[in-house]
């Protein structure tokens, strides 16, 4: 937020602040006895749910807000009365399944409001594009059997969380419908930029969604302490571009990014790329993309070669 009140951005928005989730949304992805669970710690005033994941006073109330803003985030974008726009929240949502915490994530706050769209008649086909450097294992396990919801994902491999291997294709209704292209260590936007040419656009425009989200993490930067990708902050404004225009509109819902001022920089490209400007509130030097390696292009082609097939 102070990112984008330095570069002037905050003045260009409608900012939203959501009410918290009730089970009955939050219900439609995630199973009663593991929001009983999270409600049992909440009120005991936090706790550890993994090695990675522990609840504080408010965590809860701060996840199930996410989750709501995403769903009101779609409502407000489907319904034509915002264009775009950027759910900024923590904590982060895609490591999440069903039936547990994962990976500092509580409720999945995309995986919500895709089966809320859904359900509600407000979209058919919802397509999740997630660049975080994470593997979105929860995302892909709630929507594994379904052919109503895409879910693309770009991301560092192997790495946590262990998942997101070309193999991993969906099964029963929703074989095909997930798509992983893992990359190398030190992959950079020569490399993610043939992988949206060859494999995320043309996944996405064959599938036809009516509504795009975007797990927009940014610990793909190079500046990041916990990922080593090569990504600059202007490559999410180019990224962000692409994506928009793959739907009727889109929503980005922050998940990782854990250097603090690259954090701000994607954040700040990403919503000039959805106001239709150039980037604003990046440093120079960082607009510039990184060279990538000739390993990262070679698992871009052998990803793509495997979708065709």
Not at 143 to 156: E, G, I, K, M, W
Not at 228 to 244: D, I, K
Request: proline share 6%.
């Amino acid at each position: 937020m102070s990112a984008l009140e330095d570069a002037d951005l905050d003045g260009a928005l409608d900012v939203h602040t959501p009410e918290p989730a009730g089970r009955e949304i939050v219900g439609l992805v995630h199973e009663a006895g593991y929001l009983d669970l999270l409600e049992r710690l909440d009120a005991a005033g936090g706790g550890r749910l993994d090695p990675d994941t522990r609840m504080g006073p408010g965590s809860l109330e701060a996840a199930l807000r996410a989750s709501q803003g995403t769903c009101d985030a779609v409502e407000r974008v489907v319904a034509g009365n915002w264009h775009s726009a950027f759910v900024c929240v923590r904590p982060p949502g895609h490591h999440a399944p069903a039936d547990r915490a994962m990976g500092f994530c509580l409720t999945n706050h995309v995986a919500v409001a895709a089966r809320w769209a859904i359900v509600a008649g407000l979209a058919q086909r919802v397509a999740i594009v997630d660049w975080d450097a994470h593997h979105g294992n929860g995302t892909q396990d709630i929507f594994y059997a379904d052919a109503d919801v895409l879910y693309v994902s770009l991301h560092q491999y192997p790495f946590y969380p262990g998942t997101g291997s070309l193999t991993e294709r969906g099964v029963g209704p929703g074989s095909g419908f997930t798509v992983n292209v893992p990359l190398p260590a030190g992959a950079a936007e020569d490399a993610y930029g043939r992988a949206f040419d060859e494999i995320v656009v043309p996944e996405t425009e064959r599938f036809g969604p009516d509504l795009v989200l975007v797990s927009a993490g940014y610990d793909a930067h190079h500046a990041d302490p916990l990922c080593m990708m090569r990504l600059t902050a202007g490559a999410f404004h180019r990224f962000t571009r692409r994506v928009s225009s793959l739907g009727a509109g889109a929503v980005c819902v922050l998940e990782g990014g854990y250097d603090l001022d690259a954090l701000g920089w994607g954040v700040c490209a990403t919503i000039s790329a959805l106001l239709g400007r150039d980037p604003v509130g990046v440093p120079d030097g960082e607009l510039e993309p990184m060279s990538g390696i000739v390993e990262a292009l070679s698992w871009v082609d052998d990803a793509a070669a495997a979708h065709r097939a």
